[in-house]
């Protein structure tokens, strides 16, 4: 039994990043000796197990054949004669398809430290377009290393995977979970880019296509100011129509964060950059409205996505806050006990709007 570390482990090591996570491979071993060995299974569709002590993934060397369209479409075959090189053939880029043996030798049979060399994206077989995660993880490697370019027989393996149809296969958890993570990444624009390249955004992200370059210049300037991905999100749908978020929401099956903040900042990034001065009144409202006093995130966030629209001084938002931290101050303590809910609630608006008022006068 031989254990190889592989993938992106080998892959941001050599780009000297930091190594997020450890995966393995084992060859010439069966699930009854791994299991032996105190390895926990985890693998739904093939032989994964955790490492005992570590919890890292030690996975069989396996071949894959696909026999039906879709996610699922996928016949694994992991026995102890499966090699190294046979495992590292089924996998999506020459840079993710590279091992390392227990003494640090480099395994490299797609010369794939050559393509991280001339920054490089570039698919290890024809194989490629069985799965189209493959185009996703792909978009979002570009976003991961916005100074590496596509192979062109990749692009052109893409852009046919996307004719054929093979991106409507594509189950939204995955879609989601690619889009997120490229969220996080150094360029995020270079997922929607890519995406945008090969055909595949209109399927995927029809209202985003729309009106691509305003999607992604608001984008662009959210990760100048935010590392945070629901804030980077809610600037790239900003230009979205309510019932077209919605509906972007419904088909991604988006987190309740993600959905939350970027309705939020459709409906009230107006409210803010409105140069008109505002009632002490209209303020209140629009702090009652967006929860604040039960939820305070809630405005610290959606300031966060107004800061990305450029046009907003410094001090509106520091104003903002400052309005809220007054009246927040005031709460349930400040109303006699002896009234009724709807007295107290009235009352307590009553004193807030005086706040207010004293603030901006
Ligand atoms: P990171 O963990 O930094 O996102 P990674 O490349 O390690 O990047 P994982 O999802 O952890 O990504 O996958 C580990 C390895 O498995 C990859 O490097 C790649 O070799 C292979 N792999 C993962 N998903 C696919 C896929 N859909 N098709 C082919 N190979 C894949
Ligand atoms: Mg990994």
Known sequence: MKIYLVGGAIRDKLLGLKVRERDFVVVGATV?????LGFKAVGKDFPVFLHPETYEEYALARTER??????????????PSV???QDLARRDLTINAMAQDEDGNLIDPFN???DLDRKCLKHVSAAFREDPVRILRLARFAAF????TIDESTFILMQEMVKAGEVDALVPERVWQETKRALECAKPNRFFEV???????????PSIEKRFNLAIKLLNNAVKKSKDPRVRFAALLN?????????????LNIPREYLDLALLSSTYCGFIFDENSRSAEEILCFFEKIDAFR????????????VVFNKLPKEKIQNYKRLFEVVSNINGKDVSRTKSGVEIKNELHRLRRIAIEAKLF
């Open 145 to 148: 290393l916005p100074e590496f």
């Open 83 to 85: 090699t190294l090189e």
């Open 239 to 251: 230009n979205l129509s309510i019932s077209e978020i919605k509906g972007f929401a419904k088909k």
């Open 195 to 205: 995406l945008k390249e090969c055909g595949a955004l209109s399927i995927l992200f």
């Open 66 to 79: 696909k026999v039906a369209a879709g996610y699922h479409g996928f016949v694994f075959h992991a026995e």
């Open 295 to 306: 939820r305070p995130k809630r405005l610290n966030d959606l300031l966060s996505v107004c």
């Open 32 to 36: 009854d000796e791994m299991l032996r």
């Open 112 to 114: 794939g430290k050559n």
